[in-house]
């Protein structure tokens, strides 16, 4: 079964780091981009980025480049999100998402369950 | 980057009707376009691809259609379990942007 399995919820403080996962299991982790998905409490999704594992091809929206780092470590089929210095409108949920081919940064037919992150002083 | 402009933004229907939501790119996207459906603390569900092709497994009451920067979704006849936030989203050039959401509620 090919699937998308996030690190757990997250409660951080402003200023610290944080480094959030998404193991792919079930498919060529290679051959498919992986994307990060923000949701804030309440609001619509906003595609953040995209990364291909298996160059480390980089994408990322202009609201959010500078501001998060996405990154993916091929030998444990794993995709990263993480923040240097967290803020709270950080706030929400997080989706990595495959898409629904391996020949480009398509749609997105596999999500994971999400990772909620909280920043509160 | 591609503005995507989901109209309505919440929409009241019953059983059975037949419901459209509409999406609008600021240019053109030459269909690639997916509509995805959300569930409360649920992931989004892909529904339809490519414009009009419909993703494994969904009812074939949904529906898509369009062309160069208009774009719509139908559901033919409304089943309790298509209430639902409903988006959709370019897949064209990154970023790849959403729309901003259309809630479907039960009248």
């Known amino acids: 079964e090919v699937q998308l399995v996030q690190s757990g919820a997250e409660v951080k403080k402003p200023g610290e780091s944080l480094k959030i996962s998404c193991k792919g299991s079930?498919?060529?982790?290679?051959?498919?981009?992986i994307g990060w998905v923000r949701q804030m409490p309440g609001k619509g999704l906003e595609w953040m980025g995209i990364?291909?594992?298996?160059?480390?091809?980089?994408r990322y929206s202009p609201s959010f480049q500078g501001q998060v780092t996405i990154s993916a470590d091929k030998s444990i089929s794993t995709a990263y999100l993480q923040w240097s210095s967290l803020k709270a409108s950080d706030t929400a949920m997080y989706y990595c998402?495959?898409?629904?081919?391996?020949?480009?940064?398509?749609?997105?037919?596999?999500w994971g369950q999400g990772t909620m992150v909280t920043v509160s002083s | 980057d591609i503005q995507m402009t989901q109209s309505p933004s919440s929409l009241s229907a019953s059983v059975g009707d037949r419901v459209t939501i509409t999406c609008r790119a600021s240019?053109?996207?030459?269909?690639?376009l997916a509509w995805y459906q959300q569930k409360p603390g649920k992931a989004p569900k892909l529904l339809l691809y490519?414009?009009?092709r419909l993703e494994s497994g969904v009812p074939s009451r949904f529906s898509g259609s369009g062309s160069g920067t208009d774009y719509t979704l139908t559901i033919s006849s409304l089943q309790p379990e298509d209430f639902a936030t409903y988006y959709c989203?370019?897949?064209?050039?990154?970023?790849?942007?959403f729309g901003q959401g259309t809630k479907l509620e039960i009248k």
């Open positions: 989203q370019q897949y064209y050039s990154t970023p790849h942007t």
């Open positions: 490519a414009a009009s």
């Open positions: 240019q053109g996207i030459s269909n690639s």
């Open positions: 998402a495959r898409p629904f081919v391996s020949s480009g940064p398509d749609a997105f037919d596999i």
């Open positions: 079930g498919y060529s982790f290679t051959s498919y981009w």
């Open positions: 990364i291909y594992p298996g160059d480390s091809d980089t």
